[in-house]
T-cell receptor, first 117, second 115 residues
Framework: KAGVTQTPRYLIKTRGQQVTLSCSPISGHRSVSWYQQTPGQGLQFLFEYFSETQRNKGNFPGRFSGRQFSNSRSEMNVSTLELGDSALYLC????????????????FGQGTRLTVV | AQKITQTQPGMFVQEKEAVTLDCTYDTSDPSYGLFWYKQPSSGEMIFLIYQGSYDQQNATEGRYSLNFQKARKSANLVISASQLGDSAMYFCAMREGGTGNQFYFGTGTSLTVIP
């Protein structure tokens, strides 16, 4: 069974540009969530999608957006990039949305490392 | 208040010895899940072990066990018989019943296994 696939693995962008990151969850998983990881702020929740609907959103500016397609693949977009957006962006997929019980764990991709110059 | 607190920024352990990584959590939700993830330098977060708030027994997965003390709100990870490949960052995380899939992560503990 293939794991969570994130593309691209590495990106270098210039301030002011926009970027789109892609995440393909594990087959059968309908929940996808995104996290930003930086040395200063640690792991921060961006947003979560289930069956194409955004269920939850973290405390990030509107420049950060996302969507989920009918095949559960998800994209996140960051517009007007700032230097502070440089981070590892991690996508996680899970079977459902429960907080406990079997199959409640999330599986992460290898991440996209974004550098803004 | 922090949802997840990991007070050990770095830990060292001798190969083949056991090590305990500390984690305390804060929630008023009676239904929650506690998770440990390992992050090697490659960046991928690897799921290790899970404990549900209603589970009566401590979770175990191979060399990993979770010491769950509900009254103290702690969920420490115990790694037995440490191996060189265990050197990585370890994150404790929680998912609450009321907020669905959002994980709250701690700041992590960097574990180094010494040969």
């Amino acid at each position: 069974k293939a794991g969570v696939t994130q593309t691209p693995r590495y990106l270098i962008k210039t301030r002011g540009q926009q970027v789109t990151l892609s995440c393909s969850p594990i087959s059968g998983h309908r929940s996808v969530s995104w996290y930003q990881q930086t040395p200063g702020q640690g792991l921060q929740f961006l947003f979560e999608y289930f069956s194409e609907t955004q269920r939850n959103k973290g405390n990030f500016p509107g420049r950060f957006s996302g969507r989920q397609f009918s095949n559960s693949r998800s994209e996140m977009n960051v517009s007007t990039l700032e230097l502070g957006d440089s981070a590892l962006y991690l996508c996680a997929s899970s079977l459902g949305v429960r907080s406990q019980g079997p199959n409640t764990e999330a599986f992460f991709g290898q991440g996209t490392r974004l550098t803004v110059v | 208040a922090q949802k997840i607190t990991q007070t050990q920024p770095g830990m060292f352990v001798q190969e083949k010895e056991a090590v305990t990584l500390d984690c305390t959590y804060d929630t008023s939700d009676p239904s929650y899940g506690l998770f440990w993830y390992k992050q090697p330098s490659s960046g991928e977060m690897i799921f290790l072990i899970y404990q549900g708030s209603y589970d009566q027994q401590n979770a175990t997965e191979g060399r990993y066990s979770l010491n769950f003390q509900k009254a103290r709100k702690s969920a420490n990870l115990v790694i037995s018989a440490s191996q060189l490949g265990d050197s990585a960052m370890y994150f404790c995380a929680m998912r609450e019943g009321g907020t669905g899939n959002q994980f709250y992560f701690g700041t992590g503990t960097s574990l180094t296994v010494i040969p």
